[in-house]
């Protein structure tokens, strides 16, 4: 038959809402993410520590078994430090799972061009990376955020509610910590993925923008006697901010403030925002 003598209808069943459109970019990039298994076996044994640390808080108030090893319940103290060291591990494993999935994200498509046939879908770019930077935060928070609130309501029901209370800064400052990593991580995981296209060098960048952040601002510090390369190391800005908002004090903080930490960061974010702007785009523009 010929096309003329064909009748096409638009289409008329249901449609996504546009607030969640997003995340049908999230769905089916999440689904290549765990096509290597591999990845999905590291992926879980980065729950071990949770595991680890509930069995320990649980342990600590069993009186039963801490009789058999004399031991009196509370030897395990819960506090700022402890839920700080908690999730600086938790979040180095989440830099390293971020430099596996980021690099599949978005690198690809700009390969192949394939960013035209997104957008030219009812998609603006903000949706794209959006759907795109959902992978990397719903996963690294699950092994970051969700722990640490899991951890603080294990302990809330065996300590009881003065506890609670006492100690609900605790849970606060995890979450905003959380937050700002992911926030962190979900940038820098997208901006180089569209600034190298080759995944591996991209995985690699990921990883080096911490090491060479912190060891070019260590340099400048040794070099010119001064401490303004802390404000390019990424891992000096975050551990300020976590120990201010936990209401501890950093060891390396020196002349550094929780304020100026945030302007750098900022800072920061905003160049990688830049740089994802620069380099999505369907059309190249003079």
């Given amino acids: 038959m010929a096309v003329y003598k064909r009748t096409y209808k638009p289409y008329t069943g249901p449609t996504t809402h546009p607030l969640t459109r997003f995340l049908v970019l999230q769905r089916y990039a999440s689904k290549a993410v765990f096509k290597s298994r591999l990845l999905g076996i590291g992926y879980m044994a980065c729950f071990i520590p949770t595991l680890l640390m509930i069995c320990a808080i649980y342990l600590d108030q069993n009186a039963s078994v801490l009789a058999l090893v004399h031991e009196q319940p509370g030897f395990l103290k819960i506090d700022a430090s402890l839920y700080l060291a908690f999730l600086t591990f938790q979040c180095v494993l989440a830099g390293i799972l971020t430099a ?5 994200l978005i690198s690809p498509d700009l390969t192949n061009g394939a960013l035209s046939l997104y957008l030219s879908r009812p998609f603006t770019r903000a949706e794209y990376l959006l759907g795109k930077g959902a992978v990397i935060a719903s996963l690294a928070g699950a092994i970051t955020l969700l722990p640490a609130l899991l951890i603080f309501f294990v302990q809330s029901s065996l300590m009881g509610w003065n506890w609670t209370m006492r100690n609900l800064y605790l849970a606060n400052a995890s979450i905003f910590t959380c937050l700002i990593v992911l ?43 001064t401490t303004i ?28 403030s929780a304020f100026a930490a945030w302007i750098a960061l900022l800072a920061i974010c905003g160049a990688l925002v830049w740089i994802l702007n620069r380099k999505l785009r369907v059309c190249e523009v003079a």
Avoid: C
């Avoid at 596996?100 to 599949?104: D, G, L, Y």
């Avoid at 991580?185 to 690699?204: D, N």
């Avoid at 300020?240 to 950093?250: D, P, S």
């Fill in 100 to 104: 596996f999935v980021a690099p599949s």
């Fill in 183 to 225: 926030a962190v991580l979900t940038l820098i995981g997208l901006a180089m993925s569209a600034l190298v296209r080759w995944k591996i060098v991209a995985g690699g960048l990921i990883l080096a923008v911490f090491a060479i952040g912190k060891g070019f601002g260590a340099m400048i510090d040794g070099i010119m006697r």
């Fill in 229 to 256: 390369g802390d404000y390019i190391d990424i891992q000096h800005l975050l551990a300020t901010i976590a120990t201010n908002l936990f209401g501890l004090e950093y060891q390396d903080q020196q002349d550094m």
